[in-house]
């Protein structure tokens, strides 16, 4: 907490430039609180405590105390060429190890780099030092392949229909956040270029745009909007206060959104701050606004009011979804909810060629609610922890998370560029969390509903019932929809650990996107 008090201040006007990795060089303004909306300071590690239902959500997102070099131009002509190596390796500042990467800001790591640079005359390193960690960080192209999704068509070639929808066109993606990143679509359009991703348009939403919105064209391409939402719960032209942290949780929203399903549309949703009573008012906003995928990737400590909430969850047409958590073993809102998809993490290796390899990551989220009954859905798995059933006691059994996981571990993270305020230039780091796996399995339920729609039928809406009814159910269909992660652990419980079939971790696992597509498609 010490680290951002020097942030809490309201002098905006205290610009440190800090030589960085590659010889950067970023400006940044220290006394952004002062400025609008608070730090987000990264709260002690732990589980998510109870909540009531005007607590603050908290962002998922972790970030490795490292400053990245700029990746290589080797994926800007879209040939996606990164799929084939490794991933970029970077050892972590000495001076940054001991930072905790749950809610770290490019802020806090600004301020302990230049408390801890060198003096003159003053080694970097040591002599007995203990070796500075080595985190590996991997690109949108390197994702792809990992996770089998389809690699993007040639620069300049011509798309049929199916190639569209394998990227998302004619789909919603709703990112549900709080506060306001002002530089969330410039970033995106440098991390557009610097990966080959095709562009997106902006189009704004004001309070004149009709609701709900028209549906996107399928064949369409990416458009990114942003809705500041007002205090009737409808836009406005008003954007929120700024916030450092969850200004990393909309970067990362939005880019890792975007690399899943690159045609798909954006609806960025700014809530004015982190309540649960703001932030259900976005999903609310989420829902006027027609059907789509929404990603939430924040959390709060489920309490007894959790199922009241249910049926924010239940439009139709549309899918959610929603983090874990980033502190170990635990259970928290949304993703608790029956109605939501729950994402948690993992640790991925992948040398760019032959199979990834993943464990769960040790602070992903997962456990048995003490409220949510269990869905019909997981009542085809066998879920650690479970108390035995007797005969007319299975009510007492109560709703499993994870559902589903990506990769979450920030020192195997993925490339996030981030402008900070007062920034000179955008700066790269590694991005992870259960944060950025929602987004990215938002893409994918976006690109199974684009291949759904080619073949006239409706979007899938509550996703469970085919992963867990005819997909994971299924003997001779589950491997090849998923990599079953069966090593790991989140916490010393007996039920932290991952193993054969479900867990609490990682659900069913991670997913083998060709042949998952393919079967939510055929669904």
């Excluded at 990393?248 to 649960?276: C, F, K, N, S």
Aim: glycine share 12%; hydrophobic share 45%.
């Amino acid at each position: 907490m010490a680290l951002f008090r020097i942030f809490a201040g309201g002098n905006c006007a205290r610009l440190f430039a800090l030589p960085l990795a590659a010889g950067l060089v970023l400006g940044l303004v220290l006394g952004l609180a002062g400025c609008g909306g608070g730090t987000a300071a990264r709260a002690a590690a732990g589980a998510f405590a109870p909540a009531t239902a005007e607590a603050d959500a908290r962002p998922t997102f972790h970030l490795a105390a490292a400053v990245l070099d700029e990746p290589p131009d080797v994926d800007a002509d879209g040939s996606g060429s990164s799929a084939y190596i490794a991933p970029h390796a970077q050892l972590i500042d000495r001076a940054l190890a001991d930072l905790d990467s749950a809610r770290l800001t490019p802020e806090a790591i600004a301020e302990r780099l230049l408390a801890g640079a060198p003096r003159p005359g003053q080694t970097a390193s040591p002599a007995g030092a203990a070796p500075a960690p080595l985190i590996t960080v991997f690109t949108p192209a390197q994702i792809r392949a990992a996770y089998s999704l389809p690699p993007l068509p040639a620069a300049g070639s011509g798309l049929t229909a199916a190639q569209a929808a394998s990227l998302g066109s004619g789909q919603t993606i709703y990112l549900v956040d709080a506060y306001d990143n002002p530089a969330a679509a410039s970033d995106l359009a440098t991390f557009n270029a610097k990966f080959g991703l095709p562009g997106c348009a902006t189009v704004p939403i004001t309070p004149a745009t009709k609701l709900p919105l028209a549906a996107a064209a399928r064949g369409s391409g990416c458009t990114f909007s942003v809705a500041y939402l007002g205090g009737n719960g409808l836009p406005t032209t008003s954007a929120p206060p700024y916030n450092a942290g969850w200004a990393i949780e909309i970067a990362m929203d939005v880019q890792w959104a975007h690399a899943t399903a690159p045609l798909a549309r954006i609806v960025l949703l700014e809530a004015r701050g982190a309540a649960l009573s703001q932030l259900t008012a976005a999903i609310a906003l989420a829902n006027r606004m027609g059907a789509g995928v929404v990603s939430m990737s924040f959390g709060a400590g489920e309490g007894s009011w959790v199922g009241s909430y249910d049926g924010l969850f239940s439009a139709a047409g549309s899918s959610y979804l929603a983090s874990t958590g980033d502190a170990g073993a635990g259970v928290a809102w949304p993703s608790v909810s029956a109605n939501v998809l729950a994402v948690g993490g993992t640790t991925l290796s992948y040398t760019g060629t032959g199979a990834r390899s993943e464990t769960a990551w040790t602070r992903t989220g997962g456990g048995l609610s003490a409220y949510e009954p269990e869905p019909g859905y997981q009542a085809s798995v066998t879920v650690p922890g479970e108390p035995t059933a007797r005969p007319g006691a299975k009510s007492t059994v109560k709703r499993a998370v994870a559902d589903v996981a990506f990769n979450a571990d920030p020192n195997s993270g993925q490339y996030l560029v981030v402008t900070s305020p007062g920034a000179k230039s955008p700066a790269w780091y590694s991005a992870g969390g259960t944060s950025i796996g929602a987004p990215q399995w938002a893409g994918i339920l976006s690109v199974a509903n684009a291949q759904r729609a080619l073949e006239g039928k409706a979007p899938l809406g509550l996703a469970q019932n085919p992963l867990y009814q005819n997909i994971a159910a299924v003997t001779g269909l589950y491997p090849g929809a998923f990599l079953d992660v069966t090593a790991g652990r989140d916490g010393s419980c007996s039920s932290c650990a991952a193993g054969a079939g479900y867990d609490l971790p990682t659900g069913l696992g991670t997913p083998n996107a060709a042949n998952l597509l393919g079967l939510l498609a055929a669904h």
